[in-house]
């Protein structure tokens, strides 16, 4: 941030831009189009697995780039990164917040996100160790195909057990009941649009870190920065499998997950067009 000369009302201003344009996507989609939220029980396991690889593979290559700019010990690093990931998958706060508040259960909620969490800081801790010593595009894929699977198959199954004597201990503040009901009112819109400033803020780091690093080439730098943001966020491949995994048609499936990445790709672009306006010149 030293690095840059900030206009921060226009920054404060992009920022809430992004947000509105970025949310109202999925929403308009969803509310206004009737277009209904995907049913991800279809999406089986490998098509998983080639997601979370294609996602630590995105989180490498912003950290190839970020890397140098962050500088500092490893700890500093790894801390940034996580912050970032579970940030920018709303898996930090915006998440388990919307879940619980819209089945009265927060508290249980953001307790059972934890494992979630330590597993992502796993996963955030090999990136950092390994990313900026891998050079060679396939030893990446090789990497990062690792990296996954010890999130999906280790970490993540291990640390949900271990959590699971605590769970145990909150089982009467488990949900029963989901009250959010279609269509939203300002009771759900306001929460949801207020809390999405989580991904926002992410992107707008990521962008405040990677910028320059991109290409020289404006359309360039902003597609590179999409595909990244896409990757890691789950949406590069996963509308085509869910077009094909869906019960509905192609076209009912294709806009039933678009949505979703509609809504990634209005983000980056409108970060990176927040982040150009608000740099004084």
Not at 102 to 119: E, Q, R, T, V, Y
Not at 151 to 171: E, G
Request: aromatic share 14%.
């Amino acid at each position: 941030m030293q690095q840059y000369n900030i206009n921060w009302l226009k920054f404060s201003v992009g920022v809430i831009i992004s947000l509105v344009l970025s949310l109202s996507v999925h929403i308009v989609m969803l509310q206004g189009m009737n277009i209904a939220f995907p049913d991800f029980t279809v999406i089986t396991a490998p098509y998983k697995f080639f997601t979370r690889v294609v996602s630590v593979l995105g989180l490498m290559f912003f950290w190839e780039l970020a890397d140098k700019k962050v500088g500092g010990v490893i700890a500093k690093k790894w801390a940034l990164l996580f912050i970032i990931d579970a940030m920018l998958t709303e898996s930090l706060f915006r998440g388990p917040f919307m879940n619980g508040y819209c089945s009265h259960s927060i508290g249980f909620m953001l307790i059972k996100n934890i494992p979630n969490l330590l597993a992502i800081a796993v996963m955030c801790g090999l990136i950092v160790f390994s990313a900026p010593r891998l050079t060679n595009f396939f030893l990446k894929f090789w990497v990062a195909a690792a990296i996954a699977a010890i999130f999906m198959f280790v970490a993540s199954p291990l640390l949900t057990a271990a959590w699971k004597p605590v769970m145990n201990l909150i089982a009467h503040l488990a949900p029963t009941d989901e009250w959010c009901k279609l269509p939203y009112g300002p009771d759900v819109l306001i929460p949801s649009y207020i809390s999405f400033i989580e991904p926002v803020m992410a992107c707008m780091i990521m962008a405040i870190l990677t910028w320059d690093k991109l290409s020289p080439t404006r359309w360039l730098k902003y597609l590179l920065f999409t595909l990244i943001i896409l990757a890691i966020k789950n949406q590069l491949f996963m509308p085509i499998f869910y077009a094909i995994l869906g019960k509905d048609n192609l076209i009912i499936n294709l806009a039933s997950e678009g949505q979703f990445t509609l809504e990634v790709i209005i983000l980056a672009i409108t970060t990176g067009f927040t982040f150009e306006w608000s740099l004084k010149r």
